[in-house]
């Protein structure tokens, strides 16, 4: 199956700061998507990327998908309390999630 | 429709009871799975249906767990003879899949979860 590896896995961010975290797969996937799940809460869908080279926008969101379909990233920008939780990118073949990035942000 | 409902949010049982779980999609959505997760950990597959076809099951699930879609609507996964090792959230999202499987633009929506308890 496809399998990803997201790093960081933690990511402690001061407040207005930028940070990146990065997806990789060892195989070419078809689409990937990529949720956030804030504490207690449930995952919820962000974006879903599916062209090779891909870039999408949410407000301070950048997704980008790799030229050869193995990796994507998603950056933020001017990082807010509001960001807290942890993103996970998501392969469409069995809806597979990674392990996901934890943010906690330093006000 | 409000999104993707689970029932019960909260179950406690004793180990060795059977518990069943139930989930309602998104009216018009055709594809259902069924995940775990235990804190700290990302969701872990267990299932998914196309309509009411059951289409893949992981590896990583036991005889004693089995989930239905009988009429490609709502789901139930059952587990029978809990273990403390079943304690998790188990969730449930549903999704618009087009003939390639890719899902819509709009993935996959998510329940709120039932959080199970073996004691």
């Known amino acids: 199956g496809q399998q990803v590896m997201q790093i960081p896995q933690y990511q402690h961010v001061q407040e207005g700061e930028d940070f990146t975290t990065y997806c990789n797969s060892s195989?070419?996937?078809?689409?990937i998507q990529w949720y956030k799940q804030r504490p207690g809460g449930h995952p919820v869908f962000l974006i879903q990327?599916?062209?090779?080279?891909e870039v999408k926008k949410q407000k301070r969101l950048t997704f980008q998908f790799g030229e050869a379909k193995k990796n994507s990233s998603l950056h933020i920008t001017a990082t807010q309390t509001t960001d807290v939780g942890t993103y996970f990118c998501?392969?469409?073949?069995?809806?597979?999630f990674g392990a996901g990035t934890t943010v906690t942000v330093r006000a | 429709d409000t999104g993707v409902s689970q029932d019960p949010r909260h179950k406690i049982t004793k180990r060795g009871q059977n518990v069943t779980f139930r989930c309602d999609p998104i009216?018009?959505?055709?594809?259902l799975y069924w995940y775990r997760q235990t804190l700290g950990q990302g969701p872990e597959f267990l299932t998914y249906?196309?309509?009411?076809?059951?289409?893949?099951k992981s590896r990583l699930l036991s005889d004693r767990f089995s989930a239905e879609r009988p009429k490609g609507s709502f789901s139930t996964l059952e587990i029978q003879r809990t273990e403390q090792g079943d304690s998790a959230m188990y969730l449930c999202?549903?999704?618009?899949?087009?003939?390639?499987?890719?899902?819509?633009?709009?993935?996959?929506?998510f329940g709120s979860g039932t959080r199970l308890t073996v004691v």
């Open positions: 009216s018009e959505h055709n594809r």
């Open positions: 249906f196309q309509n009411e076809a059951q289409l893949e």
């Open positions: 998501v392969t469409d073949y069995k809806l597979s």
């Open positions: 999202a549903s999704s618009l899949a087009g003939s390639t499987g890719i899902a819509s633009n709009y993935g996959y929506t």
């Open positions: 990327l599916v062209k090779s080279g």
């Open positions: 195989t070419t996937l078809s689409n």
